[in-house]
């Protein structure tokens, strides 16, 4: 793969597993206890927004109280775009910060990010380090039960889509890590990434949805297989 120019890599909630973040298809079918209809909807929102707020408030506090922390996978994907020659782009669907931990750059979090809020009426956005109540204020508009996490829920649009396109029409090798494939834009990546005739590897802990449609699989954990692809590609 010495040809390589250009990189992109998407990655989900398989590669925050490690690091001890819950994946969102348990076999229970339910994520941390609830429907994703009852937490990760505008309308639920809308319904009983203390619910969502304390949902994710509680989501947010290992990150910042260092309980949850980047793993072996993190760090190999810093690492790559650390010592790769070529154009890399890192695209993530996970809201945690854990990439930006183990020291990547410029990720796109096209699902949002936990540790950011968002005014419902302006659309502003502030980092967000402490939970968010409903009756807090917000700094830019004044009003009360306007904050939101600054997360894509089902039904609205994920961010930086033309960025993302732009970068995988112009890629040669599309690495996904540690995503089930059942999320659309983001499973559809791939084809997208074949299209712009790229090379396109799998690393998931077992075959995703999109399997199929991959020239190549490494399956396995994330913090085993990743740091071995990435020290090989290197040749380091
Ligand atoms: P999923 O929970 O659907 O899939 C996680 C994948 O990671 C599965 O295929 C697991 O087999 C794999 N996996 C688990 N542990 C792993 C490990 N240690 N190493 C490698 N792979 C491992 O999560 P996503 O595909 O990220 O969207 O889910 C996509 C979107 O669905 C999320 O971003 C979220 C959710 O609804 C929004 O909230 C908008």
Redesign the pocket.
Known sequence: MNHVKSIVVLT????S??SGIK????DDGL?EDHR?EDV?TPEAFERDPRLVQKFYNQRRKPLLNDEVVANA?HRALAKLQREFDGAFLLVT???DNLHEQAGSQSVLHM?GEILKMRCKATGDIFSCYNDIDVSDLCDCCGEANNLRPH????GEM?LYMNEIGDAISGCDLFIS???????YP?AGFVQMAKHAGAQTLE????E?AVAANFDRGIY????DVLPVWVDGFLGT
Do not use: C, M, Y
């Open positions: 989900g909630a398989g590669i597993a490690e994946t969102f298809r348990a994520w994703v990760a996978a669907q996970n809201i699902h997360i894509v829920w089902f994920p890590i540690g995503t089930s494939g059942n999320v983001a690393i998931n802990l077992d995703s396995g954990k994330a913090g």
